[in-house]
């Protein structure tokens, strides 16, 4: 059976899990913070969550898994289309990773834990933000979906990049950064609205008090 490492407060770990649940695959969670133990290590290289333990090995790097799950259970496909329209489902993706999700992480400390961000991050953020959000609107169709009519990977990346950095924004700018991608609250209202959704974020809120302690130990220490 599948294994997955992470823990239910991970906007990553929770991608995983709802494309798991929407092509109802069996897996054992096994409840992991991220760390850098020679025995986590072992399975994780980065140390990071989520990993996926497969009957093959081990998988991390969330877009790569969700490929690996489209490719073992093809009967719910999240990547689909033809070439050019699989293409494009991954360009949405790299560029929610990498112009929302990362930009809007360099200040999770001080949105979500209390730890100060450097005024200069800060400043570096806020302009990626929108810069991001912005590029990701030109691109997405929001038709509902971002590439179109069905529910894709994209959708999923976006349901938990969107929500973290939208967080970030109102609480660090005041800025709504959904209002910078026209559709986009409509679209994360319709993701929210799945039971799918509205499960995860329930095992989420659930988590919520045991990874505060966890993080409140974790800075103290250093
Ligand atoms: N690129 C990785 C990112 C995963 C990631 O950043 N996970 C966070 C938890 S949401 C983590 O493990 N952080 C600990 C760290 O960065 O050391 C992926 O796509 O899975």
Known sequence: MLKLYGFDVSNYYNMIKLALALKGLDYEAVMTYPHQSPEYLDI?????????????????????????????????PLIFGNAFERARIRELMKMIELYVELPARRCHTEAFWGVPVHEVTKKEVKRALLNGMQAVARAASFSPYIAGDKLSAADIFFLYSADLASSVAKKLYDIDLLEHAPGAQALMDKLNAMPEVQKIAQDRKAAGPAFAAYLEKAFQKK
């Not at 090995?57 to 490719?71: F, P, Q």
Request: charged content about 20%.
């Open 44 to 76: 994780s290289p980065t140390g990071k969550v989520p990993a996926l333990q497969t009957s093959d090995g081990v998988l991390i790097e969330t877009n790569v898994v969700l490929e690996y799950l489209d490719e073992i259970a093809p009967h719910t």
